[in-house]
Nanobody
Framework: QVQLVESGGGLVQAGDSLTLSCKAS????????MGWFRQAPGKEREFVAV????????YYKRSVKGRFTISRDNAKNTVYLQLNSLEPEDTAVYYC???????????????????WGQGTQVTVSS
């Protein structure tokens, strides 16, 4: 079993930056690919970014590429999502998720993931 705890959300203005963190426990962190998803009010949860187990491969949703950066520190059992140039459209609850399988280096489908955090709210005002 893997426990995931996100932090770092908040209320910011358009153009500001935030760094989200997700600390994992319960399993060897380097055996997990880690993803970030988000869910805006009235919308379905969507993929944002993923990083491979070793951290050597990343993949982003097109609309955030160049603005968001995913990274991980396997020594700290933590994955990060740096959010720059935030836009009101980025307002959502952000969730981290863990993939424990071996077949997909950078999974991007909700159904691929085995474990989820409780989410952290990001609100961007215009």
């Amino acid at each position: 079993q893997v426990q995931l705890v996100e932090s770092g959300g908040g209320l910011v203005q358009a153009g500001d930056s935030l760094t989200l963190s997700c600390k994992a426990s319960g399993r060897t962190f380097s055996s997990l690919a880690m993803g970030w998803f988000r869910q805006a009010p009235g919308k379905e949860r969507e993929f944002v970014a993923v990083i491979s187990k070793s951290g050597d491969s990343t993949y982003y949703k097109r609309s955030v590429k160049g603005r968001f950066t995913i990274s991980r520190d396997n020594a700290k059992n933590t994955v990060y999502l740096q959010l720059n140039s935030l836009e009101p459209e980025d307002t959502a609850v952000y969730y981290c998720a863990a993939y424990s399988g071996i077949m997909i280096p950078t999974p991007s489908s909700i159904s691929d993931y085995d474990y989820w955090g409780q989410g952290t709210q990001v609100t961007v005002s215009s």
